[in-house]
């Protein structure tokens, strides 16, 4: 499943810098309203998003990106954010092959344990 790119957030090293001020400054106020799902094997976690000002969810799950966050997908508003929130909770429950970052267009196969 590929989830879909809403904003025009390129993820590069200007933009990394740009956006730090309204991360440190902006983060307590993100974390409430986030949304957060958290197993042994992975966490889903989708909130409005400083860096891109619009919802998104991220996966940081064993066995893909070493366990590293990845953006799997972004929203218009709030409502949407909600139900593909679930969506994706759902999806990662069926242990994926792979996930896709849609902000470096990169795909993280899973890595399971022989």
């Not at 400083?50 to 991220?58: H, K, Q, R």
């Not at 953006?71 to 999806?91: C, L, P, Q, R, T």
């Amino acid at each position: 499943m590929k989830g879909k790119k809403v904003s025009n957030y390129e993820f590069n090293l200007p933009n990394l810098v740009a956006g730090m001020p309204s991360l440190i400054i902006n983060n307590e106020k993100v974390r409430e309203t986030a949304l957060n799902y958290k197993t042994k094997q992975f966490i889903v976690d989708t909130c409005c998003a400083n860096d891109t000002g619009c919802w998104e969810t991220g996966i940081s799950a064993k066995g893909y990106n070493s366990g590293g966050w990845i953006i799997v997908s972004e929203y218009k508003n709030e409502k949407e954010a909600i139900k593909g929130h679930k969506k994706w909770i759902i999806f990662m429950k069926k242990k994926p092959t792979q996930l896709t970052d849609i902000h470096i267009d990169e795909v993280y196969k899973v890595q399971r344990k022989k």
